[in-house]
């Protein structure tokens, strides 16, 4: 499971995906929270996230969510907070000026898999994962390019020489990338039953971390409707009293 966890440290590595404009162009899916009336597929970021915890979570923080915004997605308080105490986060200091390890509470945030930074680079031969909670957004068609990646391995042609370790995928910058293929079909055992092929896990960590980059998408994209359709009266209501004024002048 490391093997497979540690792969997002190359796939995500920020230098390497800006070097190199060689990369095929990312396949073009239609996904639910695209357009002015997009929502996320709660089902599908659900089942995003369990991909998350025992494929990434190991490798890759996930900084900017609580334990609690998982309500968001459709978990109910009890899945929460037994979720939340699974993992032990540190805490304190305490009365005496030490700090400790509690069990974790819905308030907290999804603890980082590393102590620091230097320890994430020593297990990672020097890459320090990057945290995947803005990652959809930290790349051009960030969506349709993490499924392309992640599902774009394949072998290399006869004309590309691969150096030990390295593997070939069309989507990466410079089509040369460090780590192995990250998914395989039946890898993880959806909760659902749902089919845990390589291209649904890879959709569903698209829904997930695209929720994660903006957890407050729905409400933004309601709110904007509601100023537009007052606008929009508002508008008609002020063209109706122009005309009124302007006809009785004449």
């Keep these: 499971m490391k093997l497979y966890t540690a792969l997002f440290c190359g796939i995500f590595a920020a230098s390497s995906a800006l070097a190199g404009g060689d990369a095929?162009?990312?396949?073009?899916?239609?996904?639910?929270?695209?357009?002015?009336?997009?929502?996320?597929?709660?089902?599908?970021?659900?089942?995003?996230?369990?991909?998350?915890?025992?494929?990434?979570?190991?490798?890759?923080?996930?900084?900017?969510?609580?334990?609690?915004?998982l309500h968001d997605l459709g978990f109910s308080e009890a899945e929460v907070k037994a979720?939340?105490?699974?993992?032990?986060?540190?805490?304190?200091?305490?009365?005496?000026?030490?700090?400790?390890?509690?069990?974790?509470?819905?308030?907290?945030?999804?603890?980082?898999?590393?102590?620091?930074?230097?320890?994430?680079r020593s297990l990672n031969n020097g890459a320090y994962p990057p945290d995947l909670s803005l990652m959809v957004k930290a790349r051009p068609d960030g969506a349709n390019y993490l499924y392309s990646l992640l599902t774009g391995y394949e072998d290399a042609p006869a004309d590309v020489a691969l150096l030990e370790g390295q593997h070939y995928n069309p989507y990466y910058a410079g089509q040369k990338i460090a780590m192995p293929k990250p998914l395989s079909d039946g890898q993880v055992q959806y909760m659902d039953n749902t089919e845990a092929s390589v291209d649904q896990m890879s959709k569903d960590v698209v829904y997930f971390l695209q929720w994660a980059a903006e957890p407050e998408m729905e409400a933004r994209k309601r709110l904007g409707l509601k100023m537009l359709s007052f606008v929009g009266i508002m508008t008609i209501i002020f063209y109706l009293t122009k005309r009124k004024i302007w006809s009785d002048l004449h």
């Design 24 to 69: 095929k162009h990312p396949i073009q899916q239609t996904w639910s929270f695209d357009g002015m009336l997009g929502v996320v597929d709660k089902p599908s970021a659900q089942r995003g996230f369990q991909v998350y915890k025992e494929v990434c979570a190991s490798c890759h923080s996930l900084s900017r969510i609580s334990f609690r915004n």
């Design 83 to 120: 979720l939340a105490s699974s993992y032990e986060v540190q805490d304190g200091p305490n009365d005496d000026g030490e700090m400790f390890m509690r069990p974790g509470r819905p308030s907290d945030k999804l603890p980082s898999p590393y102590a620091n930074e230097k320890q994430g």
